[in-house]
């Protein structure tokens, strides 16, 4: 599976932004997707998740309330919808893919995106 990550920006404080992630290859639908993101000088860190079949999410508590992940099979895209953004939501945010796993840990995930960079300025 080959992740493409996109969807990042510079926005304000208080602002919004979707990110997308789209997947090429096989089974799609078979895997379980995930969201991090690394803020310079951090560790990457869980953001939210969602089972293959959609059927559940999972969520840091930083970002409970503000962001919903989606996904829609037909299309191998996973979805980040971002709202009331803070300037600590500023990170490379990654997409993952895990086969086993539902991927609310960095060593969950098989594969990986290239990351798209959110700015959010105060």
């Known amino acids: 599976v080959q992740l493409q990550a996109s969807g990042g920006g510079l926005v304000q404080a208080g602002g919004s932004l979707r990110l997308s992630c789209a997947a090429s290859g096989r089974a799609f639908s078979g895997y379980n997707m995930g969201w991090f993101r690394q803020a310079p000088g951090k560790d990457r860190e869980f953001v939210v998740a969602?089972?293959?079949?959609?059927?559940?999410?999972f969520y840091a508590d930083s970002v409970q309330g503000r962001f919903t992940i989606s996904r829609d099979n037909a299309k191998n895209t996973v979805y980040l919808q971002m709202n009331s953004l803070k300037p600590e939501d500023t990170a490379v945010y990654y997409c993952a893919a895990a086969r086993l796993w539902v991927p609310q840990r960095a060593k969950d995930a098989d594969y990986w995106g290239q990351g798209t960079l959110v700015t959010v300025s105060s």
């Open positions: 969602i089972t293959s079949s959609g059927d559940r999410m």
